[in-house]
């Protein structure tokens, strides 16, 4: 039972446009969520959270954006760079420490 | 400074052999955990570690798979008789936090890629 859930495996997207990254959860309990950015042969490396008593946190470049009435948050990456080219991970938590992943979205920014 | 490191990067096993996956958190970092991320999924958490007490070993998928932390800093990953299912990248983060909440940002290594024939 996934549930985290980002659809999209991967995206293309130009250099300058704007970038958009899914995902979707299940459990209503979730009040933490987090996008982390992997490079290849690197870990995972933390982006941008946002508690669920609001619905937008923004960070330089990169807004996320949470709708909790459809349990969908979203990852917003203005201006894309190629350097932005990476997996995102989505992320949620109850409350503690245990996050639970999606499965990765492939960002591609072409220049 | 020094972020999370892990060895070895990589590790082929031959099914039925045991391994031992090693992780040197943060230096003052009191929080530790491991994960295991399975080819074309996300991380999945498998234990918890405040200080050298691991207060949540929820996310082991079997007995075969032990953690410790005796000293509160490294930490060893072990799996006895590995079986093909356990080919995965384990992941080791750190984190300052000393409460059991989400908001201290976990810090993670390169992970260990292990493979089993």
């Known amino acids: 039972d996934q549930q985290v859930k980002q659809n999209s495996p991967s995206l293309s997207v130009q250099e300058g446009r704007i970038s958009i990254l899914n995902c979707d959860y299940t459990n209503s309990m979730f009040d933490y969520f987090l996008w982390y950015k992997k490079y290849p042969a690197e870990g995972p490396t933390f982006l941008i959270s946002?508690?669920?008593?609001?619905d937008k946190n923004e960070d330089g470049r990169f807004t996320v954006f949470l709708n909790k009435s459809a349990k969908h948050l979203s990852l917003h990456i203005v201006p894309s760079q190629p350097g932005d080219s990476a997996v995102y991970f989505c992320?949620?938590?109850?409350?503690?420490?245990?996050?639970?992943f999606g499965t990765g979205t492939r960002l591609k920014v072409l220049a | 400074g020094a972020g999370v490191s892990q060895s070895p990067r990589y590790k082929v096993a031959k099914r039925g052999q045991d391994v031992a996956l090693r992780c040197d958190p943060i230096s003052g970092h009191v929080s530790l955990f491991w994960y295991q991320q399975a080819l074309g999924q996300g991380p999945e958490f498998l234990t918890y570690f405040q200080n050298e007490a691991q207060l949540d070993k929820s996310g082991l998928p079997s007995d075969r798979f032990f953690a410790e932390r005796p000293e509160g800093s490294v930490s060893t990953l072990k799996i006895q008789r590995t079986q093909q299912e356990d080919s995965a990248v384990y992941l080791c983060a750190s984190s300052l936090a000393t409460s059991g909440g989400p908001y201290n940002e976990q810090f993670f290594g390169p992970g260990t890629r292990l493979t089993v024939l």
């Open positions: 946002i508690s669920s008593i609001k």
């Open positions: 992320a949620a938590s109850k409350g503690t420490y245990k996050y639970i």
